[in-house]
C-alpha cells in the first residue's frame, strides 16, 4: 500500500499521538525489530496492546496480517458480531533508518488494515519509531521523545519490562562462535581450558603417560621377594 492510498482509506488518527506513543513505550520498551499492536476503546484509552518480533526474513504483507491476526485473536475478543466497528487496531513498528515510508511501512499498513477487518476493528494510525524519533505516517505528527533507542535508557524494574530478544538466524561462516574448542580438539587434549573449565582429557591423560582417564594399567607378572622382604612377611 502506497502512501496515497494509506491517507485516501480514511484511517481514524489518534487524538494525542505523542501520550499514546509514550504509553506503549513505556509498557513494552521497543527495540528496533519490534511491533506492538494495541486496541484501542471508543475512548481512545488502551483496551489491551501486545509487542512482538516478527520473522528476520519476512517481507510479504501477507505474513504480517498473519503475525497482526493471531496477535489480536490473542489479546482480545473479535467485534465481528457488530453492526459496526467501536474499538481501533494501532500498530508501532521500531525500526532503523528513517522516518519517511518505506515499502515495509507500506507492506505493514495493509497487514493492519486487513487484519483489523478480519478481527472487526477499524483501522487507526501506523506510526514508526526510529532513530529521529516517532512518527505517524500519513498525518505528518512527529517528536523526538521517545525514539528507537530509549529502551535501553529506561529504568527497568522487573524481567518482565525487558524486551522481546529478536530471533536471528546465524550465518554458516559464524559457526561454531568465535572462541569455541572443537570437540576433536577437546578430545586430543588441544584445545585450552578457558574460565571455569576442567582440563581437557587429553591434559589429564599426561599424568600418567600409556594410560587413559578411568582406565587401569594391565596386571603384568610379580617380581619375586627378595631375601630381607620375605623374613619381614614371616614374622
Same mark, same amino acid.
Given at each position: 500500500m502506497d502512501l496515497a492510498s494509506w491517507v485516501g482509506s480514511g484511517v481514524a488518527q489518534l487524538g494525542a499521538p505523542r501520550e499514546f506513543v509514550a504509553e506503549l513505550h513505556q509498557r513494552h520498551l521497543p527495540q528496533p525489530g519490534?511491533?506492538?499492536?494495541?486496541?484501542?476503546?471508543?475512548?481512545?484509552?488502551?483496551?489491551?496492546?501486545?509487542?512482538?518480533?516478527?520473522?528476520?526474513?519476512a517481507t510479504d504483507?501477507?505474513?504480517?496480517?498473519?503475525?497482526?491476526?493471531?496477535?489480536?485473536?490473542?489479546?482480545?475478543?473479535?467485534?465481528?458480531?457488530?453492526?459496526?466497528?467501536?474499538?481501533?487496531?494501532?500498530?508501532?513498528?521500531?525500526?532503523?533508518?528513517?522516518?519517511?515510508w518505506t515499502e515495509q511501512d507500506g507492506a505493514w499498513m495493509w497487514a493492519l488494515r486487513d487484519a483489523s477487518a478480519l478481527h472487526g476493528l477499524r483501522c487507526g494510525s501506523y506510526l514508526t519509531l526510529t532513530p529521529a524519533g516517532w512518527h505517524t505516517i500519513g498525518d505528518g505528527?512527529?517528536?523526538?521523545?521517545?525514539?528507537?533507542?530509549?529502551?535501553?535508557?529506561?529504568?527497568v524494574h522487573t524481567v518482565a519490562?525487558?524486551?522481546?530478544?529478536?530471533?536471528?538466524? /546465524?550465518? +554458516?561462516? #559464524?559457526?561454531?562462535?568465535? @572462541?569455541? &574448542?572443537?570437540?576433536? !580438539?577437546?578430545?586430543?587434549?588441544? %584445545?585450552? /581450558?578457558? +574460565?571455569? #573449565?576442567?582440563?581437557?582429557? @587429553?591434559? &589429564?591423560?599426561?599424568? !600418567?603417560?600409556?594410560?587413559?582417564? %578411568?582406565?587401569?594399567?594391565p596386571a603384568g607378572p610379580l617380581s619375586p621377594l627378595n631375601p630381607a622382604a620375605r623374613r619381614t612377611a614371616a614374622r
Open positions: 519490534t511491533t506492538v499492536l494495541a486496541v484501542l476503546d471508543p475512548q481512545q484509552r488502551v483496551a489491551a496492546s501486545a509487542s512482538f518480533a516478527g520473522r528476520p526474513h504483507g501477507w505474513h504480517h496480517r498473519n503475525a497482526i491476526l493471531g496477535e489480536l485473536r490473542r489479546i482480545i475478543p473479535h467485534d465481528l458480531r457488530l453492526p459496526a466497528p467501536v474499538r481501533t487496531a494501532v500498530l508501532l513498528r521500531c525500526r532503523e533508518g528513517g522516518p519517511d505528527l512527529s517528536g523526538r521523545t521517545p525514539h528507537s533507542g530509549s529502551w535501553a535508557q529506561a529504568p519490562e525487558l524486551p522481546p530478544r529478536v530471533a536471528r538466524e /546465524a550465518e +554458516p561462516d #559464524q559457526w561454531p562462535p568465535p @572462541g569455541a &574448542v572443537p570437540v576433536a !580438539a577437546a578430545q586430543a587434549g588441544t %584445545g585450552p /581450558a578457558g +574460565p571455569g #573449565q576442567i582440563a581437557r582429557l @587429553g591434559q &589429564v591423560s599426561r599424568l !600418567a603417560p600409556g594410560r587413559q582417564l %578411568g582406565q587401569l594399567t
